[in-house]
């Protein structure tokens, strides 16, 4: 029973136009929510969190976005760049400090 | 500042072979995590650490152990390697247990034939 789904497997945009990416959970006991990027050959690197207690944060150019009535999670990301062209996982903090993560978006921005 | 690192970056095993996947990191976080990567399935939890002397099951433990050597080092051993057992293997270290962003290595690229 798959507690974070990332409905998407993938995702085309042009450069310069937002990019939303989705992810929907299950588990309502979810604290803190993240998202991590992870380019080819290399480990995931965190982007961006979110608590529960907020509905939203920016960093940039990348925003999140909670909707703990829905169970829904997006990252917006404007405007696309062809470097954002990567694998997108979002991941939320169950007990203790571990961590769900969905199965992945794949981002590519075409120029 | 080499963050987590680990060795090696990539290897093939026989079925019934074992070998150990060695990762450290020099933030002196206290907990670490060892997941796999397979296609659609995203990254699963094996083992992780919470703290130096501690060590936990994941979601899918099965045909792995684990060794937190001192604060710095956590090892995964395959003791009989499967091809099912083929897949990439993050090591991650995070400051917890409030510090929820994991800091992830390279990989290791194992495929068990």
């Known amino acids: 029973d798959q507690q974070v789904k990332q409905n998407s497997p993938s995702l085309s945009v042009q450069e310069g136009r937002i990019s939303i990416l989705n992810c929907d959970y299950t588990n309502s006991m979810f604290d803190y929510f993240l998202w991590y990027k992870k380019y080819p050959a290399e480990g995931p690197t965190f982007l961006i969190s979110i608590s529960s207690i907020k509905d939203k944060n920016e960093d940039g150019r990348f925003t999140v976005f909670l909707n703990k009535s829905a169970k829904h999670l997006s990252l917006h990301i404007v405007p696309s760049q062809p470097g954002d062209s990567a694998v997108y996982f979002c991941?939320?903090?169950?007990?203790?400090?571990?961590?769900?993560f969905g199965a992945g978006t794949i981002l590519r921005v075409k120029s | 500042n080499a963050g987590v690192t680990q060795t090696p970056k990539f290897q093939v095993l026989k079925t019934g072979q074992s070998m150990t996947l060695q990762c450290a990191q020099d933030m002196n976080h206290n907990s670490m995590y060892w997941y796999r990567q397979d296609p659609g399935m995203g990254l699963r939890l094996i083992y992780y650490s919470a703290s130096e002397g501690t060590t936990d099951k994941g979601e899918v433990p099965n045909g792995y152990n684990v060794s937190r050597l001192n604060k710095r080092e956590f090892s995964l051993r395959l003791e009989s390697a499967a091809p099912s057992q083929t897949s990439v293997y993050f090591c991650?270290?995070?400051?917890?247990?409030?510090?929820?962003?994991?800091?992830f290595g390279p990989g290791t690229r194992l495929t068990v034939t």
């Open positions: 991650a270290s995070s400051d917890g247990p409030q510090g929820y962003e994991q800091y």
């Open positions: 991941a939320f903090q169950e007990y203790g400090n571990k961590l769900v």
